[in-house]
């Protein structure tokens, strides 16, 4: 039976992608994988991306299809228990948005996550006072209910990052300090906050001062590089600034790779992260 979506965990994403690898080892297309499997060719797709739970039987199949030892297959079966358990952000999966479900096991792979943010703090770095009044502004269409239950994500998604020692490099505008977000009380507490992230050693916060020379990234909506140490799994760029709850996700690496250009030519032009200590007092 298909597991409620949540989203693909890591163990999932890097089964499915080991059976990709398989296959095209194998010399076998995804028809020729289907035929094996006696479906059609989207559920190998499917299967391959990670976007249903890996079925025991129809793993069997193509595994022995792909010319598996018994001890692969073995192997291979035995974690599959693992892949199908749901990921940490279950129980908030109603209110997450799409590109969030697909990602969120990037995201708890990731080495570091790099962020672009033109406008206001960047999301991993908000408090949830300051998280719940962007939401107030941005997602009218969400209930108080919702946008409750998305604040409680945002802090445990810091929590889990802190605890998987992922380091957050972020680069943002001196706007974000001149936009009130939630009144003045909440742009306080952002600020303490800030404040205090800069002093952790898994955070590099660097900020664009408003009369700061033109970069490469000026113009640009908001835009996150998760760099990933699992070998399955490719470094993941998102782009956000289309309507509220959409983004663009790329996992291609010549997408990425100008990405990162962009990111490292911001962050060179930006000033040192010392300085961005004085511009939050």
Not at 24 to 37: F, I, K, N
Not at 216 to 227: E, F
Request: charged share 25%; proline share 5%; glycine share 6%.
């Amino acid at each position: 039976m298909a597991r409620e979506r949540s989203g693909r965990t890591v163990a999932h994403l890097v089964l499915a992608t080991r059976l990709k690898i398989l296959r095209e080892s194998a010399g076998m297309s995804r028809g020729d994988a289907a035929t094996a499997l006696g479906a059609h060719v989207a559920t190998v797709r499917r299967i391959e991306l990670a976007e249903t739970s890996l079925d025991e039987g129809q793993v069997h199949t193509l595994l022995t299809a792909y010319g598996a030892s018994a001890d692969e297959i073995k192997e291979f079966l035995g974690q599959l228990a693992t892949a199908n358990l749901p990921g940490w952000w279950h129980p908030w999966r109603s209110v997450m948005d799409a590109w969030q479900l697909d990602l969120m096991s990037v995201e708890s792979a990731a080495r570091i996550i790099r962020v672009w943010e033109p406008a206001l703090i960047p999301a991993l770095l908000r408090t949830p006072s300051y998280a719940r009044a962007v939401d107030d502004v941005r997602r009218p269409d969400l209930s108080p209910a919702d946008k409750d239950r998305r604040t409680e994500l945002l802090v445990e998604r810091q929590k889990q990052l802190r605890d998987q020692h992922t380091r957050i490099w972020a680069v943002m505008s001196a706007a974000a300090l001149h936009t009130s977000v939630g009144g003045e009380g909440v742009m306080a507490e952002q600020r303490q906050a800030l404040r205090a992230a800069v002093e952790r050693p898994d955070v590099t916060l660097q900020i664009h001062p408003l009369e700061g020379p033109f970069h490469a990234m000026i113009g640009m909506p908001t835009v996150t590089l998760y760099r990933v140490d699992v070998p399955e799994i490719p470094d993941h760029v998102v782009r956000e600034g289309g309507l509220s709850g959409a983004a663009e996700i790329s996992d291609a690496l010549q997408v990425v790779m100008a990405y990162r250009v962009l990111l490292d030519h911001t962050s060179v032009i930006a000033p040192h992260p010392d300085k961005s200590k004085e511009a939050l007092e």
